[in-house]
């Protein structure tokens, strides 16, 4: 599986922005897709992750209500809609994938593919 993310740059607070991740190589509905993201000097943490074949998402505390994870199933692509945006927001993107779910789909370490990553920043 290889996983191509895009849609990063620079936003104003209060703006919005979408990420994309192309998803090739998957071969079945039984996968998981996530977004994390890591600002300098800190871990990479959890944004967001749904089971590619449905069900409810799962998203950070920090970001629920701003930020949707979905994904189209034509174009094999896992979106990331990000509105209200902070500064704290600031942070470079990873899209994420692994086959099959995990409980610990808050981890980083759960996740097996990795996307190259997009940077955000936002400021005024």
């Known amino acids: 599986v290889q996983l191509q993310a895009c849609g990063g740059g620079w936003m104003q607070p209060g703006g919005s922005l979408r990420l994309s991740c192309a998803v090739s190589?998957?071969?079945?509905?039984?996968?998981?897709a996530g977004w994390f993201r890591q600002a300098p000097g800190k871990e990479r943490e959890f944004v967001a992750a749904?089971?590619?074949?449905?069900?409810?998402?799962h998203h950070a505390d920090s970001v629920k209500g701003r930020f949707t994870i979905s994904r189209d199933n034509d174009k094999n692509t896992v979106y990331l809609q990000m509105t209200s945006l902070k500064p704290e927001d600031t942070a470079v993107y990873y899209c994420?994938?692994?086959?099959?779910?995990?409980?610990?789909?808050?981890?980083?370490?759960?996740?097996?593919?990795w996307g190259q990553g997009t940077l955000v920043t936002v400021s005024s």
């Open positions: 749904m089971r590619w074949s449905g069900g409810a998402p």
């Open positions: 190589g998957r071969e079945s509905n039984n996968y998981g």
């Open positions: 994420a994938g692994r086959c099959g779910w995990s409980v610990s789909y808050y981890v980083a370490s759960a996740w097996v593919f």
